[in-house]
């Protein structure tokens, strides 16, 4: 019904969904709404269940926009 995705160290899950979320038309659940000590800040789950294959591609080549902006965001910020 669900999977996780680990993101690359430094990625903000949160901060993925409030900036990228509503305009790419995507709702994952950021890692931290499932940790009790703030952790899996990098960690996405999304649920799979209830959705057509199409949508699952059409989901993860949006999902694919949305890590590429939080790179270029973090790359900025550490000027890589």
């Known amino acids: 019904m669900f999977i996780w995705f680990e993101m690359p160290a430094g990625f903000d899950a949160e901060r993925m969904m409030e900036t990228d979320g509503m305009e790419l038309g995507i709702l994952l659940i950021p890692g931290s709404g499932f940790?009790?000590?703030?952790?899996?800040?990098?960690?996405?789950?999304?649920?799979?269940?209830?959705?057509?294959?199409?949508?699952?591609?059409?989901?993860m080549t949006r999902f694919a926009k949305m890590i590429e902006r939080e790179r270029d965001r973090?790359?900025?910020?550490?000027g890589f």
């Open 35 to 59: 940790s009790a000590t703030g952790g899996l800040k990098n960690y996405m789950r999304a649920s799979f269940s209830m959705i057509s294959p199409e949508q699952v591609e059409e989901g």
């Open 74 to 78: 973090i790359g900025k910020r550490t």
